[in-house]
């Protein structure tokens, strides 16, 4: 189940260009393999609470469960037909 885990995390490694995604992914991937908190947040300069976080999300959702949200903050003021006809 161990070596399952971690080739689908390594295969989504592969398959990512997201800079934040291959983080996380690679913060569970070395959890998995034994590296502990201070050690994974010391290699992807982060904190330890925020490799935590990862970790435990994983734990909860599985891999699914370290994709990004969409990000909070003031909401758009075009409608995305506003947006199309502005990009055209």
């Known amino acids: 189940m161990l070596n399952q885990e971690l080739e689908q995390l390594r295969n989504a490694m592969q398959n990512t260009r997201d ?3 291959y983080e ?3 913060s569970v991937l070395l959890h998995l393999e034994g590296r502990t908190y201070p050690e994974i947040a010391k290699i992807i300069g982060r904190t330890r609470q925020t ?3 990862y970790c435990h ?3 909860e959702g599985g891999i699914s469960s370290l994709q990004m949200k969409k990000p ?3 909401p758009e003021k075009l409608t995305e037909d506003q947006q199309k006809q502005l990009a055209e």
């Open 19 to 21: 800079k934040h995604l």
């Open 24 to 26: 996380r992914y690679l």
């Open 51 to 53: 490799v935590m976080n």
């Open 57 to 59: 999300a994983y734990e």
């Open 72 to 74: 909070t903050g003031k």
